[in-house]
């Protein structure tokens, strides 16, 4: 990579929850603020911000940053919202990081904030034509969950992934978001009471799918010549890339009906596209990661995500994570946050908080959910319809 | 199949997606000639990169294809999804069909645990709700090729 090396100086997060007395500006503007305190940076020294589109928020949310701005106080700067699905943050913080890269400006603001709608998350259109979203809905119910569901029996029926092999997943994640001040589940859970919760689409449980959840997470970026300035701890940004999907993945991605029966190129090809583009471009491998916050939207994905993001070969997520190896103490800590089993998706939000978790991990701020002497440190995200970010990180 | 036992007509819910006649129910699809990739819905192209996307045609894909996975889903979806009867717990499953494509569609006609990854299944409608009229609105479905007797209907003969 060349260009300006750019470092990560402030951090906040609004804790994930259920709050609808809050609208998203009062979540942003509260991330906004405690980042810019954990920076020690003022308000008018902020040369750009780049805000993930809220999406359920009408023209207020697809204009999220000018409103969050206002709130400030308006400076001029360039403001740019964007949306990624769940993607959407990593996004806005890629945006952000090349604006420093570029030479253009010296800080940078990212800002994600999402309130979700109540229940499942459905059609934003009725045009069938344009949108297959509302296909999926209309002619065959499928909310999310049914998409993680198939792609899950097919492992079953591939590697032998069994029912244990999922309820594990949420008792070791729950175990972490107990620890979490921001996370909003945090009941430690027993594999029996994960076992015996409601059926949401077999294989799938209750508590092996996240739930949808509000939040807002800030971050706010400068040059590494002048991070030393604002902190003694800068986190360095090794690589901040985006993927899309490849012709012939054969996952069936959400909002699709259909999908190639014969593989040409990875399953979840946009997040195999964005993590190899960040390994390439930091010269950092998977097994350089100490900590890895990837998006465990059920407990297939967690399995899942660790070979496709290269952490071991095919069919072997299973073995690593019943070894410990995915615990914090063991080969690399895996969601130390509590994961998404632990705050619920926030759509907008989420890729930022991952990217803060890791921040405070590689600060050595997170306490007892703390991961020993962790320098690098890797947030991944998923996302609808084929889009996907990765960032990784250096002490 | 075009009358149902009041005479009242069977009604995509949505159209051009799947087609019925003598020879039984039928997912509508296109064929890139240049590509070779086929599309569903036939509107939706996706091309494989570089493509011409010269000589696309309209298909009908093959009646029956294999079961490459499924899942019950226990919990009633939100709108836009409308039923006018109680259908949860229902049967998604991902049919592969020969043309090289996997189809996702509702199963009906069998339990879950009479399914098995590799089965062969085949296309078929599966009512909706009624409108005004009293007109069937129908979907399309996928159920076991082979239906043995103790295959039960899982809406309980509501449908």
Known sequence: ?395 | MEENRKGKKKVPALPDLFTWGEDGVHLMSSHCGSCGTYFFPMYHEQHKPGCSRQGIEKVLLSKEGKLASYTTQYYMPPPPFKTDREITPYIVGLVEFPEGIQIAGIVVECKSDQLKIGMVMKTTTFTLYHDQEGEEMVTWAFQPAKVSESWNDPSGGRG
């Open chain 1, 1 to 395: 990579m060349t260009g300006r090396e750019v470092a990560i100086i402030g951090v906040g997060m609004h804790p994930w929850g259920k709050f609808s007395q809050k609208s998203f500006v009062d979540l942003g503007v509260d991330a906004i603020a405690k980042a810019l305190a954990d920076a020690n940076i003022e308000w008018k020294k902020i040369e750009t911000i780049c805000s993930g589109i809220y999406i359920w928020g009408g023209n207020a949310g697809h204009l999220s940053g000018q409103y969050l701005a206002s709130v400030f106080g308006e400076t001029g700067i360039p403001i740019v919202n964007v949306y990624n699905a769940c993607a959407t943050g990593a996004s806005a913080l890629r945006l952000a990081y090349l604006s420093i890269v570029s030479g253009q400006i010296d800080v940078a603001l990212a800002i994600g904030v999402d309130l979700s709608p109540e229940g499942f998350l459905t059609a934003k259109s009725d045009n069938p034509r344009q949108d297959r979203d509302v296909l999926r809905w209309r002619m065959v119910g499928m909310p999310n969950p049914i998409y993680w569901a198939l792609e899950c029996r097919k492992r079953m029926q591939k590697f032998g992934t069994t029912e244990v092999d999922l309820a594990r997943v949420k008792v070791l994640l729950s175990q972490y978001g107990a620890k979490n001040p921001n996370a909003r589940y945090k009941k430690v859970y027993t594999l029996e009471e994960v076992l015996t919760s409601k059926m949401v689409c077999d294989p799938l449980r209750l508590y092996e799918v996240c739930a949808t959840s509000d939040g807002a997470a800030a971050l706010i970026l400068c040059t590494v010549d002048k991070a030393r300035q604002y902190t003694s701890k800068p986190i360095t940004i090794a690589a901040s890339t985006i993927g899309s999907a490849i012709y012939g993945d054969p996952t069936l991605r959400i909002s699709a009906l259909s999908a190639p029966a014969k593989a040409e190129a990875p399953l979840l090809s946009e997040s195999y596209s964005s993590s190899q583009q960040a390994y390439r471009l930091s010269g950092i491998g998977p097994e350089h990661i100490d900590v890895l916050e990837l998006p465990d939207n059920s407990s297939w994905h967690y399995l899942q995500y660790l070979e496709t993001c290269g952490f071991c070969p095919e069919g072997q997520a299973e073995r690593m994570l019943q070894d410990g190896e995915t615990r914090i103490g063991g080969r690399i800590a895996v969601c130390p946050s509590g994961g998404f089993s632990s705050f619920g998706e926030a759509i907008g939000a989420q890729a930022i908080w991952q990217v803060a978790e890791v921040v405070m991990q590689l600060r050595g701020q997170c306490g007892p959910r703390q991961v020993e002497k962790a320098k690098v440190g890797m947030a991944q995200t998923y996302g609808l319809m084929g889009n996907s970010g990765t960032t990784i990180l250096k002490a």
